[in-house]
């Protein structure tokens, strides 16, 4: 009984002189590795506020760029055309009808944006805007001017892929927006982008492209059509709106707006995005190296480290979870199949009704409307990065929406025959 007081007394003082010990043994191991880096810093000097070459930045943060060099393992870059034919007819007028293959690895965009059909690059300089870490200092150097400039005065300028610059500030290491697309579309919307906090920083940064943007008719700057929402349906209205069209489709006459890659608008609502979930969350996950853990920035499938991307959160297994994953694109692919063969069908049907005597010229506008409409959300989930996964209800939605209206294209077509 005297015993186990006693013992109960000593715990605390013991406890006490155990804490100041673990203590002081963090402190210094913390003050070491902070020492480290500032020795490794002085030796290294400051990274330039310009800098653009990631193996200058590697230097600084080796384990960082060896992950960053794995984007060099997502080599493959198939057709669009293979699983999605229809793609062919409905961009038919446009430089993507001539050729159109599926993103790869950041490292590749310079060597992928030469290999491009060159009827995809006669917007000109514009193109770059996405490809190269010099950009920010380009668009600097030459102001809106740049936006005007030829292909090839600014592609031949560049020597490096997507790299640290686009994403940090070289001094702090903090998140930054370095095009001003985006910061643009905020503003627009009363927003200021830098009042964002960390978690949406980690989407953000990759909202700077992947995101639908058009050329602006005559400054042809890259531009977010964002004043109405970020949603399809909000969009197109902005687009009709302007009355813009971005090409008449060369067999209806119809004109027709271009989605791209909308990623964030995409997830913007999604089960995820409410749940607080980023970009980075699942693009970008901890991994280990040796006893170090920093965020991958290997960009690809999570599907490929699902572990570290998805596990932490999802309790159910990983095998289950890849079955979910796989059910929710393949359902969205069948009905974006019947989707794109309907639309096809539309402008096959509008064609004909053009080139019949005795058409009802209202009706065939009707008619060309309605394919506007079919084909904008169709695209719209079309060419957008994981086969719905990002926002399962939603990608089904617009695909619904993209049905119902070449159907009403196709019936117009043939009434303005009758
Ligand atoms: C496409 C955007 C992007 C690019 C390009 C990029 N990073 Fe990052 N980086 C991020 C994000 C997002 C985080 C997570 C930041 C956070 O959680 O606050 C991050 C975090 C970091 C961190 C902080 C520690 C950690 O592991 O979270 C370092 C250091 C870093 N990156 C270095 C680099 C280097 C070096 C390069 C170039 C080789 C690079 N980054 C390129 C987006 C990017
Ligand atoms: C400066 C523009 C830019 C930024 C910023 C950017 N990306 Fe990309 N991303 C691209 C381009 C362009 C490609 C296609 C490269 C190619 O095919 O040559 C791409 C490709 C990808 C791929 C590979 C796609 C595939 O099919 O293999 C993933 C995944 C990806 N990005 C995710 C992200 C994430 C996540 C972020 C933010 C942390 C981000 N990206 C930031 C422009 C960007
Ligand atoms: C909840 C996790 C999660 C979040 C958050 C997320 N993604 Fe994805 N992403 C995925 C999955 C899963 C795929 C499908 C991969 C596959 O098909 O192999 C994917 C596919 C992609 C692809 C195509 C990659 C490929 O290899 O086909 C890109 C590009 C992409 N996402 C970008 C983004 C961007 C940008 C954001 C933020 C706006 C984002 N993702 C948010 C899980 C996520
Ligand atoms: C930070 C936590 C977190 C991470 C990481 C995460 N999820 Fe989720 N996920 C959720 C939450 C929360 C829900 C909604 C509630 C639920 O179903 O548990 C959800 C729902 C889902 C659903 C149900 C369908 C839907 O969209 O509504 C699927 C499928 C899914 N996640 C797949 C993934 C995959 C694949 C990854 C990795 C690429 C991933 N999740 C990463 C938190 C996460």
Redesign the pocket.
């Known amino acids: 009984m005297n015993k186990k007081i006693l013992s109960g007394k000593n715990i605390v003082p013991t406890f006490f002189f155990g804490a100041v010990i673990l203590g002081l043994i963090f402190f210094v191991i913390f003050s070491f590795l902070s020492n480290n880096r500032e020795l490794q810093r002085e030796t290294l000097g400051e990274i330039g506020a310009k800098e653009a070459d990631p193996a200058v930045w590697g230097q600084y943060y080796p384990l960082h760029y060896q992950t960053y060099m794995q984007n060099f393992e997502n080599t493959e870059k198939p057709s669009h055309f293979e699983t999605k034919p229809y793609m062919e007819k409905i961009y038919a007028g446009t430089g993507y009808a001539a050729e159109f293959n599926e993103p790869r690895g950041h490292v590749y965009t310079l060597e992928d944006i030469l290999a491009v059909d060159s009827a995809r690059k006669k917007t000109g300089a514009a193109c770059n805007t996405c490809k190269s870490s010099q950009i920010p200092e380009i668009i600097e150097r030459y102001g809106d001017e740049y936006y005007q400039m030829g292909f090839n005065e600014i592609n031949d300028q560049l020597e490096h892929p997507i790299a640290c610059l686009d994403c940090h500030d070289p001094k702090t290491m903090e998140l930054r927006i370095s095009r001003p697309a985006l910061v643009e579309a905020f503003a627009r919307q009363g927003k200021d982008i830098n009042k964002s906090t960390r978690q949406e920083m980690r989407s953000l940064v990759c909202a700077q492209c992947h995101v639908t943007y058009y050329f602006e008719k005559d400054t042809k700057k890259v531009t977010f059509p964002w004043d109405n929402g970020v949603k399809a349906d909000e969009i197109l209205e902005y687009f009709d709106g302007k009355g813009f069209t971005e090409w008449n489709h060369p067999d209806t006459g119809t004109g027709l707006a271009k989605a791209r890659h909308a990623e964030y608008e995409t997830f913007v609502g ?3 995005e409410t ?3 980023a970009c980075a ?2 693009h970008m996950p901890y991994v280990k190296i040796g006893n170090t853990k920093v965020s991958s920035h290997y960009w690809t499938s ?2 490929k480290n ?1 572990e570290e ?2 596990m ?3 309790r159910e297994g990983s095998e289950w ?2 079955e ?2 796989e059910d ?1 694109q393949k359902k969205t692919k069948e009905i974006q199949d019947i989707a794109g063969n309907v639309v096809v069908k539309a402008i096959e049907e509008i064609k004909a009704a053009r080139e019949s005597s005795g058409v009802d010229a209202q009706l065939l506008q009707e008619a060309q409307e309605m394919h506007r409409k079919g084909q904008w959300y169709l695209d719209y989930v079309m060419v957008t990065n994981g086969y719905g ?1 990002h ?2 209800t939603e990608s089904m939605n617009n695909l619904g929406k993209a049905i119902d209206y070449a159907h009403q294209a196709i019936q117009l077509a043939k009434d303005a025959v009758r």
């Open positions: 999604s089960t995820h749940a607080g979930l969350d699942c999570p599907l699902i991307s998805c932490t959160c999802h979870l890849t979910r994953v929710i996964f926002n399962p």
